[in-house]
């Protein structure tokens, strides 16, 4: 695994809303180790989720460039052309994306989801079964999505993502629909897994314990971000 897992240099971007430029972020900038992990922090619309989007592929800075595993994948003026694919092939093997909701696909079993994962990663699909007993969820393997909780939905989604034994994972507030109790043991596991298997971690979330537990924090609701944008 490279030194360097995630890099992101002077990312800025904006959504056009009314035909009026809305600008989200400027200027933001994040260098992560293999094994370190980071908070985003900040409050509701200041862009969390937007750079979760941009560090995936699947939304365009407007400036900046972004490497994953020390190759340059992203950057503003890149041709549109090239970037699907590049990023597609990223999120199957090296980034694992671990969202609010809609990890799961609903017609496959818990099993079958983490299976899939694993394979389309090119990792041994007959991990399945212990990934989900790390995760908690031994005795569940064959029960569709909408049959468990949405505590077990989130381990299963876990799971699924440390399966591919990616570079780098990104979860968006992974604990935010749960109850404190549940909350805190997802989060366990997902420290405690990310310890053993050596991945970066990218985390956005509202929760200032859960962003205790990671080395770095960035504060995108830092006053000044916003109105540095031109
Ligand atoms: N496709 C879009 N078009 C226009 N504006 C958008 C779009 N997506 C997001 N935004 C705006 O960009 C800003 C950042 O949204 P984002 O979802 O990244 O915030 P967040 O920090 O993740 O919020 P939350 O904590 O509520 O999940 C918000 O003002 C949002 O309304």
């Not at 890149?78 to 799961?104: H, I, T, Y």
């Not at 468990?148 to 990616?166: D, H, I, W």
Request: glycine share 12%; hydrophobic share 40%.
């Amino acid at each position: 695994m490279p030194d360097v897992a995630l890099q992101a240099s002077g990312l800025s971007k904006q959504f056009i809303s009314g035909g009026e430029p809305v600008p989200v972020f400027c200027g933001v900038s994040l260098l992560l180790k293999a094994g370190e992990s980071l908070a985003l922090m900040g409050r509701s619309g200041s862009g969390k989720s937007t750079l979760l989007n941009l560090l995936c592929g699947l939304e365009r800075p407007d400036e900046g460039e972004i490497w994953v595993g020390g190759h340059r994948v992203g950057a503003a003026g890149d041709s549109p052309k090239e970037q699907p694919g590049q990023w597609a092939g990223l999120r199957r093997q090296s980034l694992g994306v671990v969202f609010q909701d809609a990890n799961l696909m609903p017609a496959l079993t818990l099993l079958q989801n983490v299976r899939l994962r694993a394979s389309l990663a090119g990792q041994p699909d007959g991990q399945g079964p212990e990934w989900l007993n790390r995760l908690g969820l031994a005795g569940l393997e064959h029960r569709y999505p909408d049959q468990v909780s949405g505590g077990q939905r989130q381990r299963a989604a876990l799971a699924m993502v440390f399966a591919m034994q990616p570079e780098v994972i990104l979860a968006d507030e992974p604990t935010g629909s749960l109850d404190r109790h549940t909350a805190d043991e997802v989060a366990d596991q997902l420290f405690r897994l990310r310890q053993e298997t050596g991945c970066a971690l990218v985390l956005a979330t509202h929760d200032p314990e859960l962003a205790a537990r990671c080395g770095q924090r960035l504060d995108l609701a830092h006053p000044g971000r916003q109105s540095d944008c031109q």
